[in-house]
């Protein structure tokens, strides 16, 4: 029997070896790509919760995975301050997710990344959070975005390469489309 060798390709981060035989694993069963995620939350008091991240089940497959998330909210807010809120999380999820697909989908192109910054921005009138006026939204209206990149590929190669995180990341699709929650309340 042989055995591969093969010293990996490694670009940006990434090993385009291993991401390619993840991708062509997944076409070959498309259910190896079926993944779930779960958080288990748990009030703390005032603010503050704390989120607990059990694992992940990939196709099929638990996967092992102990994380604590905290947050809380400002002062302003009657918060401890001690970690970020909610908004904070959401907004570093959807650019932390978007940063995944730019660094993965540019080595797959073969474009080395020598920056990668993005910055996003909303607006939350606290009016409809707090119950004062039932006509103003409780959320974003909408939120800014700007992707700071640079590194060995052509400007149309950048464009395509934002192109394809744009229809590819989870959480901007998450949040660029309604996503229902089905909630069933437990009491005691």
Same mark, same amino acid.
Do not use: F
């Given at each position: 029997m042989t055995t591969s060798t093969q010293t990996p390709q490694v670009i940006n981060g990434i090993d385009v070896t291993a991401l390619?035989?993840?991708? #062509?694993?997944?076409? $070959? #069963?498309?259910? $190896? +790509?079926?993944?779930? %995620?779960?958080? @288990?939350?748990? %009030?703390? +008091? +005032?603010?503050?919760? #704390? @989120? @607990?991240? #059990?694992?992940?089940e990939i196709g099929g497959n638990p996967i092992d995975r102990k994380f604590l998330i905290q947050i809380d909210e400002p002062f302003e807010l009657t918060g401890t301050n001690e970690h970020p809120n909610p908004q904070e999380y959401l907004l570093a999820a959807l650019n932390a997710c978007m940063m995944v697909g730019y660094a993965a989908v540019a080595a797959l192109m073969g474009i080395r990344l020598t920056k990668l910054e993005v910055r996003t921005t909303g607006d939350i009138d606290l009016r409809g959070f707090l119950g004062i006026d039932a006509q103003v939204p409780n959320g974003y209206q909408t939120l800014e975005q700007r992707v700071m990149i640079d590194g060995d590929g052509t400007p149309g190669q950048f464009e395509s390469l934002h192109r394809t995180v744009q229809m590819t990341s989870p959480n901007y699709f998450n949040l660029t489309h309604a996503v229902p929650v089905r909630s069933t309340l437990v009491v005691g």
């Open positions: 390619q035989s993840c991708i #062509d694993a997944i076409q $070959a #069963d498309p259910g $190896a +790509g079926q993944s779930r %995620w779960t958080i @288990h939350s748990q %009030w703390m +008091g +005032g603010t503050r919760s #704390d @989120h @607990h991240v #059990d694992g992940v």
